[in-house]
């Protein structure tokens, strides 16, 4: 009898070998499992990232062109309105005074008043003033 006791002990053993075997080879299944739910999820994930860095690439790439073109237009308008300042700068009004006809301090101090204001408003408006007398 003792050989069937200690069959039955190593029988209890073994199975309990089994089951504990059983129970890492589920865990493992698990583990496997839930790897490859994540290998999916990080595909999937991988996946979403590069389309919106494609997005966001090509978005720039439009923009960086649209500046670009922008850049220009606004350099042609400057270089259009240097010009204009330049011919407007080289043009000079021409004012012919009148004969003064009274020569009276009074009159005559009126008439070169008149001319200092308009004199120092073209100089303030960067008009070239020449004055002539008849």
């Known amino acids: 009898m003792s050989n069937i006791n200690e069959l039955t002990v190593q029988l209890k053993a073994a199975e309990e070998t089994v089951e504990l075997q059983r129970f890492?080879?589920?865990?493992?299944?698990?583990?496997?499992?839930?790897a490859k739910s994540l290998e999916s999820i990080h595909r999937d994930k991988r996946y979403e990232v590069e389309r919106e860095f494609?997005?966001?690439?090509?978005?720039?790439?439009r923009n960086?062109?649209?500046?670009?073109?922008?850049?220009?237009?606004?350099?042609?308008?400057?270089?259009?309105?240097?010009?204009?300042i330049a011919s407007l700068e080289a043009r000079t009004l021409t004012v012919k005074l009148p004969l003064m006809l009274d020569s009276s301090p009074h009159f005559n101090g009126g008439v070169k008043s008149a001319?200092?204001?308009?004199?120092?408003?073209?100089?303030?408006?960067g008009?070239?003033?020449?004055?002539?007398?008849?």
């Not at 890492?24 to 839930?34: G, I």
């Not at 008009?127 to 008849?134: A, N, V």
Request: hydrophobic share 35%; net charge negative.
């Open 127 to 134: 008009i070239k003033l020449q004055i002539e007398g008849e």
């Open 54 to 61: 494609n997005s966001y690439k090509h978005d720039a790439e």
């Open 24 to 34: 890492k080879l589920e865990r493992q299944a698990e583990d496997l499992h839930q």
């Open 115 to 125: 001319f200092k204001n308009l004199e120092m408003a073209c100089a303030a408006a």
């Open 64 to 84: 960086s062109y649209r500046l670009a073109g922008e850049v220009c237009r606004l350099e042609d308008e400057l270089e259009a309105a240097q010009s204009r």
